[in-house]
């Protein structure tokens, strides 16, 4: 099985990274509205550092296990 090394939108090759990274922004917004619903993100002291931190524990996950190059 071949795996494709880069994304084509048309004309535009993309790298596959691109993917992950806004992949991974989706399931932090979505992360962080769950803890804005629990109220858990109160506890948190520094919610910008915090995003982040999702974010880049997303990006690993999803470039390790979904999308393996």
Request: glycine share 2%.
């Amino acid at each position: 099985m071949q795996v494709p090394h880069e994304l084509a939108i048309g004309d535009v090759y993309y790298s596959p990274f691109l993917l992950v990274i806004v992949l991974s922004l989706i399931a932090t917004w979505i992360t962080i509205a769950i803890l804005n619903k629990t109220r858990v993100s109160r506890l948190i002291a520094f919610p910008s550092t915090t995003f982040i931190a999702i974010m880049l524990l997303y990006m690993v996950g999803i470039d390790h296990f979904f999308l393996p190059f």
